[in-house]
C-alpha cells in the first residue's frame, strides 16, 4: 500500500526520530578488505565510504539525530565521521554521536544487533526519541526514511521492517518475511530453505533490509525481555524480529517505486564479487544508483585534490581512460584504463593497462603492468611489469573469488605497511 502525507507532517515524525547506525561487524566475507578496517568504512564509488549512504539517507529524510554504534577496529570509520560529519549544529539539537562497545551493561562486549542497542538504551532514553530507527551501516542504497516512520505511524505499528522483493531462488540468503494482504508480518525466516512467496506473487519474497523503526518503548521492552533469554544470541534477524512477530504489531514496508511496483535499488557489497559488481555497475551509461543526483547527495569527507590527469599523447604512450571514473589526485600516466574504478590519489605509469578493475586510494601501478579483473586496496605498490587476472597461478599470491576477480592488499605483495617497526 502507498501512502501519501504532507511534509510537515513527515517533519514532525523525522525530527522525534533517532537513528541508530550499527557500524561494528567485521565483514568477514570481504576477506583481506576488512583486515583493518570495518566493513562500513569500506571506500565505495570513487571517493566515499560505505557508511556514507545510510548517513546521508538519515540527514536528506530530515533526520539529524543520529548515533553510530562501533566496535571492530573502528579507527578509520572514526576518524571518518569525525572529519567528514561534522558539520551538524548541536544547539538545534542535531548530532552524529560515536557509541564504541563500552561494557556499559556488564563485562562483555556487544554480543549481537540487540545487544550493541540494549548495551546503550540509557543513552538512547536520555535522547527521548518517540521513534527510533535502526539501520544496518554496511549497504548501498539511497531511501527516504521519512516515508518509512510514517507508514509505520500509519499503521499504528510496533514494529516495522524495510524489505526489498526478491526473486525466491536468492531469497534463501536473506531474512524472509510472510505478510498478509494488509503488510503485517505473519512470520519470519533467516535463510530459509523455502522462502514464503509474497500473496499473489509466487516467485516473488520479501527479504529484510536490516532497517527497523521501532516505538520507543516497545523497543525497550522487547530488549529487555532478549536480554534475559538465555537461549537468545541477541540478534534482531534471528531473535527480536520473530518475538515482536508473537506478540505485537509487525508491519513490512516493501522498499519499491509506487509508480512502476519495482524495487528500488539496493546492494549488500558483503562479499568481494558484490564489492567489485556494485563498483563497475556505477560505470554504466545509465546506473541504477545515480551519483549525480543533486536532490539526493550523498555526503562524506572531501579531501581537498588537484584534478585528474592524464599525460602523454605518443602512439606508443598514451594516458587516457574509457568507460571508467577517474577520481581528483590520480595520475594516468602513459597508460590506458578500460571499464576501471579510481579511487583518489592513484597513479598509473607508462604502459599499463587496466580492465575491470577497482583501485581503491594511493595505489601505485608501475610501469608496463597488465591488470584485469581485480581489486586493489588502498596503498597497495605494484611493481613494474606485474601481470594479475591472466593467469590461474595468481591463487598462490592473491584471493581469487567464485567469479575469477582478484583482490590484491599490500600483504599479498610483502608489503607491510601497517606492522609498526621494531
Not at 10 to 39: E, M, P, Q, Y
Request: a negative charge; proline letters at 6%.
Amino acid at each position: 500500500m502507498a501512502f501519501r502525507y504532507s511534509a510537515r507532517f513527515v517533519s514532525r515524525l523525522t525530527r522525534d526520530t533517532l537513528a541508530l547506525v550499527l557500524a561494528g561487524g567485521r565483514g568477514t566475507r570481504l576477506r583481506d578488505l576488512t583486515n583493518w578496517r570495518v566493513k562500513p568504512a569500506v571506500p565505495f564509488g570513487g571517493k566515499f565510504r560505505i557508511i556514507d549512504f545510510p548517513l546521508s539517507n538519515c540527514l536528506n529524510s530530515g533526520i539529524r539525530r543520529i548515533s553510530v554504534l562501533t566496535q571492530y577496529k573502528a579507527h578509520s570509520l572514526t576518524r571518518h565521521i569525525q572529519q567528514g560529519w561534522n558539520f551538524l549544529r548541536a544547539e538545534l539539537g542535531e548530532f552524529i554521536e560515536l557509541l564504541p562497545a563500552q561494557q556499559r551493561t556488564g563485562e562483555g562486549w556487544y554480543a549481537g544487533t540487540a545487544d550493541a542497542v540494549f548495551q546503550n538504551l540509557d543513552i538512547i532514553h536520555a535522547h527521548r526519541p518517540e521513534y527510533v530507527l535502526i539501520l544496518a551501516g554496511d549497504h548501498i542504497y539511497k531511501m527516504d526514511y521519512g516515508a518509512l516512520v510514517a507508514a509505520h505511524v500509519a499503521n499504528d505499528a510496533d514494529v516495522t521492517v524495510a524489505a526489498i522483493e526478491v526473486p525466491r531462488a536468492e531469497a534463501r540468503a536473506f531474512g524472509v518475511m510472510a505478510v498478509d494482504e494488509h503488510g503485517r508480518v505473519t512470520a519470519f525466516a533467516e535463510k530459509p530453505a523455502d522462502p514464503a512467496p509474497v500473496p499473489g506473487r509466487p516467485d516473488v519474497a520479501l527479504a529484510s533490509m536490516g532497517i527497523y523503526v521501532f516505538r520507543r518503548a516497545f523497543l525497550y521492552d522487547i530488549l529487555f525481555a532478549d536480554h534475559e533469554d538465555p537461549a537468545s544470541s541477541h540478534d534482531f534477524g534471528h531473535d527480536v524480529i520473530p518475538r515482536a512477530i508473537a506478540t505485537a504489531r509487525v508491519y513490512a514496508y516493501p522498499f519499491r517505486d509506487p509508480a512502476t511496483g519495482r524495487p528500488y535499488y539496493w546492494r549488500d557489497v558483503g562479499t568481494v564479487d558484490a564489492f567489485w559488481r556494485a563498483n563497475l555497475e556505477l560505470l554504466d551509461v545509465t546506473p541504477e544508483l545515480n551519483l549525480y543526483d543533486a536532490e539526493w547527495p550523498i555526503w562524506t569527507y572531501q579531501e581537498q585534490l588537484p584534478p585528474a590527469k592524464f599525460v602523454f599523447d605518443d602512439d606508443w604512450r598514451r594516458g587516457m581512460a574509457v568507460d571508467s571514473m577517474v577520481s581528483g589526485g590520480c595520475v594516468i600516466s602513459g597508460a590506458f584504463l578500460r571499464r576501471s574504478l579510481l579511487f583518489s590519489n592513484v597513479r598509473v605509469e607508462e604502459g599499463s593497462v587496466l580492465e575491470e578493475c577497482v583501485v581503491l586510494p594511493d595505489v601505485v601501478i608501475g610501469r608496463g603492468c597488465r591488470i584485469r579483473r581485480a581489486v586493489i586496496d588502498k596503498g597497495t605498490r605494484i611493481p613494474d611489469g606485474t601481470v594479475i587476472g591472466e593467469d590461474e597461478a595468481d591463487a598462490a599470491r592473491f584471493h581469487v573469488t567464485e567469479q575469477g576477480v582478484r583482490l590484491v592488499v599490500p600483504e599479498m605483495l610483502g608489503q607491510e605497511i601497517h606492522r609498526v617497526p621494531r
